[in-house]
C-alpha cells in the first residue's frame, strides 16, 4: 500500500504551484531554470515527491521569492492532515483562482474591489436560488 503525501509537503508543493502561476512560469521553464524535467516539478507540487531543502532554494531564487514563502501559514499537522481539501481550497490553487485573484488585488480602487465582490455574491447567491428551486 502507497503511503499518502506527508501533509507539509502537500503544503509546500501548492505554495510552489501557487508561486508558479503567479509569475505565469510554466512547469517546464521553472524545472529548465532548477535543473528537473517538468515531470518532477508536477510532482513537487502534488506532493508526491517530496523537495529537498537545497532545490526548494533553487526554486525559491528561481521564481525570485523568500524561501519562508513556502512555509507560510503552515499549521502543525493534524490527525486528519491528509484528508482532502475542501473544493474552494482545490479552486485556490487552481490555475483560475489564482488568475482571478492576482487580477482582483490588481485593482487598485479599494471601493471597485468590494463592490465586484458584492456582485460575485449577489451571482452565487442567484444562483444557489435557482438551484433550490429547481430541486
Known sequence: MKEEPHS???HVGKT?????????VSQTELGDRVGVTFQQIQK???????????????????????????????TAPAANAN????????????REGVQLNAAFFSIKNE??????????????????TEI???E
Not at 16 to 24: D, F, H, S
Not at 48 to 69: F, H, P, Q
Not at 114 to 124: G, N, P, S, T
Open 44 to 74: 513537487y507540487e502534488k506532493g508526491s515527491n517530496r523537495v529537498s531543502a537545497s532545490m526548494l532554494v533553487e526554486i525559491a531564487g528561481a521564481l525570485s521569492v523568500d524561501v519562508r514563502t513556502f512555509f507560510d501559514d503552515l
Open 16 to 24: 510552489i504551484r501557487i508561486q508558479r502561476l503567479l509569475r505565469k
Open 111 to 128: 471601493q471597485l474591489r468590494k463592490k465586484i465582490l458584492k456582485l460575485v455574491q449577489a451571482i452565487a447567491s442567484t444562483e444557489q
Open 8 to 10: 507539509v509537503d502537500v
Open 83 to 94: 484528508d482532502n481539501p475542501a473544493p474552494s481550497e482545490e479552486f485556490i490553487i487552481s
Open 132 to 134: 433550490d428551486a429547481a
